[in-house]
């Protein structure tokens, strides 16, 4: 049975119809990554999977539950997480302290010693072991988009989407961020990456689905999505003749 299923998901601000008839369903365990140029409803969609954004039209069900129409917090609950495309983190708080405030909206949310092993824990995961005392606006840009994975991965979320959380890495960041997204597929998350650096889409990705001005035009195995010519011509803003 599939984890996530959208049907004909729609979002309209006033006269523009930022996602349009959108429809997927993601398998548990699987890393699909969600493509498109620039406005094509990429963000839209995840604010609407997590309930930033209601839905204009259609559903949302996760494990076979319509999570449309709920809080962001009620469908944090039942096991979706996020990061952000601008990093949203509480600069003048520490990293462990920015990791506390995920913990306690969890269902189950964890306060004093057990809260302190498990930020060590979350910490260790994303890579910033032993930072929790750090004030979080002393932070580099890289490791506040650990911080922000390691919050999202505060609530044990069983599906993780991620919105361009590999983008403005250097090489070698690209690299580390590339092997934790990995080794978070490899622990049966399922992970729905929206991403714009090729590179990772084909390490990551077993699985694309490509939107355009907000309507889904490909969908299926990655090498094949990406050589797609109404995907190519997507992307180099080539119009249909
Ligand atoms: N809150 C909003 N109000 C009005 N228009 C919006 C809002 N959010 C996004 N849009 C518009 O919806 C379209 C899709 O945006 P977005 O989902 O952010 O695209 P992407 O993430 O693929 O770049 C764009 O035209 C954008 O300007
Ligand atoms: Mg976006």
């Known amino acids: 049975m599939s984890l ?21 369903d993601l398998v548990a365990g699987e890393t699909v990554g969600l493509l498109g140029p620039n406005g094509s409803g990429k963000t839209t969609a995840l604010n609407m999977i997590s309930g930033y ?9 996760l494990g076979g539950d319509t999570i449309s129409g709920l809080s962001p917090d009620r469908i944090a609950h039942k096991g979706v ?11 003048s708080l520490s990293v462990g302290e920015n990791v506390l405030a995920a913990l306690a909206f969890r269902r189950n949310p964890l306060w004093g010693r057990d809260a302190e092993v498990r930020i060590e824990t979350l910490l260790a995961q994303v890579g910033l072991a032993g930072r929790a005392r750090q004030p979080a606006d002393s932070l580099t840009y890289i490791d506040l988009k650990r911080m922000e994975l390691a919050r999202a991965l505060a609530t044990e979320p069983s599906l993780l989407l ?11 960041e690209l690299r580390a961020g590339i092997d934790l997204i990995t080794s978070l597929r490899e622990s049966g998350m399922t992970i729905l990456l929206v991403e714009h650096v090729m590179d990772a889409v084909r390490a990551l990705c077993s699985r694309c689905i490509v939107m ?14 990406l050589s797609d010519p109404e995907v ?5 803003g080539v119009e249909d003749a």
Request: net charge positive; proline share 6%.
């Open 53 to 61: 954004l209601p839905v204009s039209d259609g559903s949302v069900a």
């Open 162 to 172: 991620l919105d361009e959380w590999l983008a403005g890495l250097n090489p070698t």
């Open 232 to 236: 190519v011509r997507a992307y180099l």
């Open 81 to 91: 997480a996020r990061t952000f495309q601008l990093v949203r983190a509480l600069p």
């Open 4 to 24: 996530l299923s959208l049907k004909s998901v729609t979002k309209r601000f006033g006269g523009l119809t930022a996602v349009n008839g959108l429809s997927f």
């Open 212 to 225: 355009n001005t907000g309507t889904k035009i490909a969908d299926g195995p990655t090498a094949d999505v």
